[in-house]
């Protein structure tokens, strides 16, 4: 069974910076690419950002590009998602997903497996 573990969400000020990370484990972990999301209190969960593993290809929610940036580690099966300029409206529980496609084969150009979840990390930004 693979393992997500997402780290280093907290309390930061508007304008400020985190860098969340996503380890993978557990059985032979191979997958297309892995996503990043988010959940904030009352609305459905969202996109934010994705990679491939194989090429480092990246593809980000509109609410993400040029303040977000993913990046990955394949020697440590580790996504991180360094988030800036941050907003108020971004504070939400953040997840990544082991199991992510896009194409326009996918609802909203994005498809993930519901079985790679991993347990989220709180962002909370203040204004």
């Known amino acids: 069974q693979v393992q997500l573990v997402e780290s280093g969400g907290g309390l930061v000020q508007a304008g400020g910076s985190l860098r969340l990370s996503c380890v993978a484990s557990?059985?032979?972990?191979?997958?297309?690419?892995m996503g990043w999301f988010r959940q904030a209190p009352g609305k459905e969960r969202e996109f934010v950002a994705g990679?491939?593993?194989?090429?480092?290809?990246?593809y980000y929610a509109d609410s993400a590009k040029d303040r977000f940036t993913i990046s990955r580690d394949n020697a440590k099966n580790t996504v991180y998602l360094q988030m800036s300029r941050l907003k108020p409206d971004d504070t939400a529980v953040y997840y990544c997903?082991?199991?992510?496609?896009?194409?326009?084969?996918?609802?909203?150009?994005?498809?993930?497996?519901?079985?790679?979840w991993g347990q989220g990390t709180q962002v909370t930004v203040s204004s």
């Open positions: 557990g059985r032979t972990f191979s997958s297309y690419a």
């Open positions: 990679i491939v593993w194989s090429s480092g290809d990246p």
């Open positions: 997903n082991g199991n992510v496609e896009f194409g326009s084969h996918c609802s909203a150009f994005v498809c993930y497996d519901d079985a790679y």
